[in-house]
């Protein structure tokens, strides 16, 4: 499925990203998604500023209880909380319905599958993004920046060069950084797992930059985060498969899932900790269940949530 996003106009996200930045706390991959968006289009900076200005001005205050704050709590997310409903209620009331509507950016498209679900989008500038089930993108091209936030789930990029405009992908806590090239890209938990088929790719992780090339991955929070694999072979999830060596059960399970109709969990965290090798078709989750049951003695229990695994 496509889902373009025309509800999240500029001046929204510049609304999302007051209430934001505006916490007692943020966390240092949500500074470096808001300079990506800031970056990514000239009128942000001015939006982000009006939006700031309103956010101080007492008149708009006395409205933030009104009814467009209750429509905006719509579309704010769960994660800013009540103080973000007020930051965006007030923008309602006293900017955005009196204000010229600026120029959208260039592209802006979400793209999401769900399990089982593949899905290969071209893009205007000649990149091609397939998607693995369960997984979910935004994408925004701006005058300066292509930027891609990884929401959740797996991805291949075969990225169109542009020198005048770096592609940059936005996955938790780590950053990827191209001209052209081709790449896989999962996001896992702690961060990302970066694979690189072609070109040149820069991974920024923890504070800390690391320049791929064909045949490199980076595995975030991994010892050691780098390491080698065979480019000239696709992705496993291409192929439905998944290629496990001494990895947590939990990651296998996450794998799957991607493929499954039935959501598959753990009872306990403690169980996801096994780690588990060999070579899973994932893209066959009852298979995979029963090797898990017969090869590493896991109890199985289906259950109108989805299918329960304990040791």
């Not at 200005?53 to 769960?78: F, K, S």
């Not at 994660?79 to 006293?94: D, E, F, N, Q, T």
């Not at 480019?231 to 991607?258: K, Q, T």
Request: a negative charge; aromatic letters at 8%; hydrophobic letters at 40%.
């Amino acid at each position: 499925m496509i889902h373009a996003v025309d509800s999240e106009t500029p001046e929204m996200q510049a609304a999302h990203w007051v209430a934001v930045m505006s916490e007692p706390e943020v966390p240092p991959h949500v500074e470096r998604q808001f300079e990506l968006w800031i970056t990514a289009a000239p009128e942000h900076a001015a939006l982000y500023a009006d939006c700031l200005a309103a956010y101080d001005a007492p008149t708009l205050n006395a409205a933030a209880t009104g009814l467009h704050a209750r429509r905006w709590r719509q579309w704010l997310p769960h994660s800013a909380g009540a103080a973000a409903v007020l930051v965006v209620g007030l923008i309602g009331w006293g900017v955005w319905s009196h204000r010229p509507q600026p120029a959208e950016p260039a592209h802006l498209v979400a793209l999401t599958t769900g399990p089982g679900e593949h899905l290969s989008a071209p893009l205007p500038d000649g990149t091609r993004i397939e998607l693995s089930g369960g997984t979910e993108l935004k994408v925004r091209y701006g005058a300066k920046r292509r930027v891609v936030e990884m929401v959740r789930g797996e991805a291949y990029f075969d990225v169109a060069r542009d020198e005048a405009r770096p592609f940059v992908i936005a996955a938790r806590r780590t950053e990827i950084e191209v001209l052209g090239t081709a790449f896989n890209t999962d996001l896992l938990p702690g961060g990302a797992e970066v694979s690189v088929y072609r070109g040149h790719v820069r991974v920024r992780d923890d504070g800390q930059a690391h320049d791929l090339r064909a045949g490199d991955r980076f595995t975030a929070g991994a010892p050691p985060p780098l390491s080698r694999f065979d480019p000239s072979i696709e992705p496993d999830w291409r192929s439905g498969w998944f290629e496990a060596e001494a990895v947590p059960l939990s990651r296998l399970v996450e794998e799957v899932n991607r493929f499954s109709k039935v959501p598959v969990r753990l009872r306990h965290a403690t169980t996801g900790r096994l780690t588990v090798s060999g070579r899973f078709r994932v893209s066959d989750p009852d298979l995979v269940i029963k090797a898990l049951e017969n090869g590493y003695g896991l109890r199985v229990t289906h259950t109108d949530e989805g299918t329960i695994l304990d040791r």
